[in-house]
């Protein structure tokens, strides 16, 4: 895919902080990298800090004054969110910009320690907390954002609230559409909430289109197959999947 958009157009982040959650890889990876270019401080909140440190040093390698740091974030644990939430509190006076990045997607079947559906736990309940518990820190600034990632997946699921656990039959593929139909009325509710409450954070859904990133190492092998014949007329780059991302983020 082509674009006319440039990373070097966009304004200065100078002085700004973000939150890109699922940092160390894809999507995440290619949005830390950009905001850091554009001179905001960024916080990459993810679950390996081993990962971390290596994406950490490899955005160094290409932007030297960029401003990173580490901290551990596993949206698979309500307790690990509230860790985080905490830590980021006492370090930083505020928060400019919060990309819920990360994610899984059509995992086998497994229940997150708080006994929630994987992909609804990690892709739309650990960011739905984290979210609100970062809310003042958002609130401290003017014009701040909150970039949710979804996906026209939603349109593969509904919200089953008679067993969003999915213990009465498995479908990684509805559940998986369930999570990001949830993340989108998430960006949705939450902008007509501040909207009301006056604030000036906005809240915006972004979405990746189909990008080559690790998110889709549990399609099965055949597809896996075929998307190496395919890539270059329908699967764009991991950078071009993060431009909603980021682009999101600039004001």
């Given at each position: 895919m082509?674009?006319?958009?440039k990373?070097e157009?966009?304004p ?7 939150v890109?959650t ?5 999507l ?12 905001m401080?960024?916080?990459?909140a993810?679950?390996n800090?081993?990962k ?6 490899k955005?160094?390698?290409?932007h030297?004054?960029?401003s990173?740091h580490?901290?551990?974030l596993?949206l698979?644990?309500?307790k690990s969110?509230?860790?985080f ?5 006492q370090q930083?006076e ?6 819920n990045n990360a ?5 086998p079947?497994q229940?997150?320690e708080d ?5 609804m736990g ?7 907390l984290l979210?609100g ?12 954002r ?10 593969w699921?509904d919200?089953?609230?008679d067993d ?6 498995y ?6 559409g369930q999570s990001k139909l949830a993340c989108?009325?998430?960006?949705y ?10 604030h ?5 859904a972004?979405?990746?289109?189909i990008?080559d990133?690790e998110?889709v190492r549990n399609?099965p092998k055949f597809?896996?197959l075929m998307?190496?014949?395919l890539?270059?007329?329908f699967i764009q780059?991991?950078?071009e999947g993060?431009l909603p991302?980021?682009t999101d983020?600039?004001?």
């Open positions: 082509t674009s006319g958009w990373l157009e966009t200065s982040q100078a002085g700004k902080i973000g890109v699922g940092a160390n890889v894809g995440g990876f290619e949005t830390a990298k950009a905001l850091a270019a554009r001179g401080e960024v916080v990459l993810c679950r800090r081993e971390a440190k290596a994406t950490k040093d955005i160094i390698e290409s030297a004054q960029a990173l580490i901290m551990e596993d698979s644990s309500l969110v509230r860790s939430a905490e830590k980021f509190k930083f505020k928060l400019d910009l919060l990309v994610g899984v997607m059509l995992t079947y229940i997150t006994g929630f559906e994987q992909q990690i892709n739309y309940l650990g960011h739905f979210a518990l970062l809310l003042p820190k958002l609130e401290a600034a003017e014009n701040t909150i970039v949710t990632l979804s996906s026209l997946s939603h349109n699921g919200i089953y609230f969003m656990a999915f213990e009465e039959g479908s990684s593929r509805k559940a998986y989108l009325m998430f960006a509710e939450m902008q007509r909430r501040l909207k009301a409450r006056g000036s954070t906005i809240s915006l972004a979405h990746p289109g990008s990133t998110l399609l597809i896996h998307a190496k014949v890539a270059p007329i780059s991991a950078a993060a991302n980021f983020s600039f004001r």
